[in-house]
């Protein structure tokens, strides 16, 4: 009974121990067995570092370029080739290198600067550039394919020439061509003569005065042969003067305006006192003409009422009829008021009317 239990134990260990794999199995030829899985393990790991390599490869040798982009393609530092086109190209994987360099159109703001006018007058000037890369090649050579240089020069480029531009120009100047390009006109008599001396009529010239940006752009040259990148424009968003400036110019301002608006009243005085005195020279005209015309009418008048009076006298039926007629016209003057009795003589041409005598 001992004997089997101690059996059944070594069996069960041995039988472990098989399990656990204590124990090598061969084939029937002798050779060793082998349980395979270690060998394909080391297949898959190598086959997933080839794929791993080819991504890794294959992602560094494309070369995507965007439309405002150029890329600049160097080996070992040196500009192999300036790739312009939109699209997807190749270059040689851990080699060649990459540069990007911006392709729209940029916008630098400038900082505002102090400037002096050919009259001594200090001004601060606020403006900004548009500008863009033209030749990659250039500006990566010259300015290093980055944008803070370009920023840099062109500062210095466009500082030098709005200082050169209204230094030349008075304050007014700079003021008038700030609102942009004008255009004015101006007399221009033609000196030649045709046919006795006979002098030709003038003529207009018109004369355009440049905006300041167009004068500032003129001072800037060279630029896009020098570094490869072309000023497309210089605006200048703010004209201002120094504060200790200000309030002088102001109270300058305000005294020319007063002494403008004074000229103005004087002459409105002046013109308002001609335009009285000739009315008035008017109405006196027309009055006296009119007191001309109205005597000339009573005299008229008067001239037909002698000559009615004198055809009444001439003929005795008229003049009966006229002495008639005074004599009413007499006794209705004397019975104004409240009393209306009249005392007549006998001999009164009014007695003589009610006593049918005339």
């Known amino acids: 009974m001992i004997y089997n239990q101690n059996q059944s134990n070594q069996t069960n260990q041995a039988n472990m121990n098989f399990d656990n794999g204590m124990y090598e199995r061969y084939n029937s030829n002798g050779t060793k067995k082998g349980s395979g899985k270690g060998k394909k393990t080391y297949i898959g790991f190598v086959v997933l570092f080839i794929v791993f390599a080819l991504i890794i490869v294959g992602s560094n040798s494309m070369v995507i370029t965007k439309e405002n982009q150029y890329k600049l393609v160097r080996q070992f530092g040196k500009v192999q080739r300036v790739i312009s086109k939109s699209g997807l190209s190749f270059k040689v ?6 540069d990007v360099v911006p392709k729209e159109l940029l916008l630098y703001d400038l900082p505002a600067s102090d400037v002096i006018t050919s009259d001594k007058k200090s001004m601060i000037v606020d403006s900004y550039v548009l500008w863009r890369v033209t030749d990659p090649l250039k500006f990566a050579q010259t300015l290093s394919g980055s944008v803070a240089n370009a920023e840099r020069r062109i500062d210095t480029i466009v500082y030098n020439a709005t200082k050169n531009t209204i230094s030349n120009m008075t304050q007014d100047e700079v003021i008038v061509s700030r609102d942009g390009k004008m255009t004015i006109t101006v007399d221009q008599t033609d000196t030649d003569v045709v046919n006795n001396d006979m002098e030709l009529p003038s003529e207009k010239e018109v004369i355009e005065i440049k905006s300041l940006t167009e004068e500032i752009m003129d001072q800037i040259a060279n630029v896009e042969d020098q570094y490869g990148i072309e000023i497309v424009t210089v605006e200048v968003k703010k004209l201002d003067l120094p504060d200790d400036n200000k309030q002088a110019v102001y109270t300058r301002m305000i005294s020319e305006r007063e ?13 308002a006192k001609i335009i009285e005195n000739t009315t008035d020279k008017e109405v006196s005209i027309m009055i006296s003409n009119a007191q001309a015309q109205a005597e000339a009418i009573i005299a008229e008048g008067e001239a037909e009422y002698m000559r009615i009076l004198s055809d009444a006298y001439s003929d005795p039926e008229k003049a009966d009829f006229y002495s008639f007629v005074r004599a009413l016209d007499a006794l209705e003057a004397s019975m104004n008021g409240n009393n209306k009795t009249v005392i007549l003589s006998d001999d009164s041409p009014i007695a003589q009317i009610f006593n049918g005598q005339y």
Request: proline share 5%.
């Open 93 to 98: 994987p851990f080699i060649e290198t990459v």
């Open 259 to 271: 002494n403008i608006a004074a000229q103005y009243t004087a002459e409105g005085k002046s013109q």
